[in-house]
């Protein structure tokens, strides 16, 4: 394997040697190796790094993915739309011949609630003594009321905790007593008043909550958060993002902000000092 042997270019008529080297058998496979092993690296990169990587199987594009994702979901929309419309018009030539109609169930806003209480998982020991322990914190002030004085100063500068639609307001008779909040995902959801963070837990139901204590007694809760920014015994100030908007908890049906103002034990219709 170490036999030099000398690879020489020369002319065919006088034989003037131009170019030569000297070469083992060893050092020509050692060449022979090198190269195909910078072939193969180099072959490695253009295919992970450059598009060429689609055209091997077994991998896919994410884009591509993500339209057919997309394109199944509105193909499903469509078909709905169109179902929906074959049911109209059908009815409607049911109707012209003087015939009855097709009958709809028009599920309200009350049967879907009776509905989502009958579908509520039982409650836990824990879970039961966890909101019997909110129930009756939110029924005391944690701290004494200054006069109304301090109280209208208060509610009279309130910053919005969130912007956007409200989907279902403060309704006492329901025993709804919280203004619902709609807006993208992960929105940060700020503080209403300076104040003092006295609650940052979990519930099975009602997912993230937090709740501030402010001055005069005044007491806002935030629930069905994604993530908690604050922890308990943490100050806030007016506008500080203290979580952000999420779907956490089973009675939620879609990203929102469960937003609760009390005073003195008794509920407040948020609506009624704050622009959503």
């Known amino acids: 394997m170490r036999n030099e042997y000398r690879l020489v270019i020369s ?14 058998r060893l050092n020509v496979l050692v060449a022979l190796g090198a190269f195909f092993l ?6 490695w990169v253009v295919i992970s790094f450059t598009p060429i990587r ?10 591509i993915s993500q339209q057919v994702v997309g394109n199944a979901l509105r193909a499903d929309s469509l078909h709905r739309e169109v179902e929906l419309w074959s049911n109209y018009l059908s009815n409607l030539r049911t109707i012209f011949r003087g015939e009855a109609p097709e009958s709809y169930t028009i599920v309200s806003s009350d049967t879907a609630a009776a509905q989502r209480e009958e579908e509520r998982p039982a409650l836990s020991v824990e879970d039961s003594l966890l909101r019997a322990h909110m129930e009756q914190d939110l029924k005391l002030s944690l701290t004494p009321g200054k006069g109304k004085d301090e ?3 208060i509610l009279r500068n309130l910053y919005p905790p969130a912007r956007g639609q409200v989907s279902n307001g403060f309704d006492a008779s329901t025993r709804h007593y919280a203004t ?19 609650m940052a837990m979990w519930s099975s139901e009602e997912g993230y909550v937090i709740a501030i204590q402010h001055g005069a ?9 994604k993530q908690l920014l604050k922890k308990v015994g943490d100050p806030v100030h007016r506008a500080d993002a203290v979580a952000t908007m999420g779907n956490t908890g089973t009675l939620t049906t879609g990203p929102h902000l469960h937003f609760e103002l009390w ?5 407040l219709n948020a609506e009624d000092y704050i622009a959503f």
């Open 151 to 153: 109280l209208s100063a």
């Open 38 to 43: 910078i072939i193969l690296a180099l072959s």
């Open 54 to 63: 689609e055209f091997m199987p077994g991998t896919t594009n994410t884009s």
């Open 217 to 225: 007694g005044l007491l806002s809760i935030f629930k069905h958060n």
């Open 180 to 198: 619902d909040i709609v807006s993208k995902p992960e929105t940060p959801i700020c503080a209403i008043a300076d104040g003092t963070v006295v």
């Open 11 to 24: 002319t065919t008529d006088t034989f003037q040697e131009k170019w030569g080297i000297r070469l083992t």
């Open 263 to 267: 005073h003195d034990g008794r509920p």
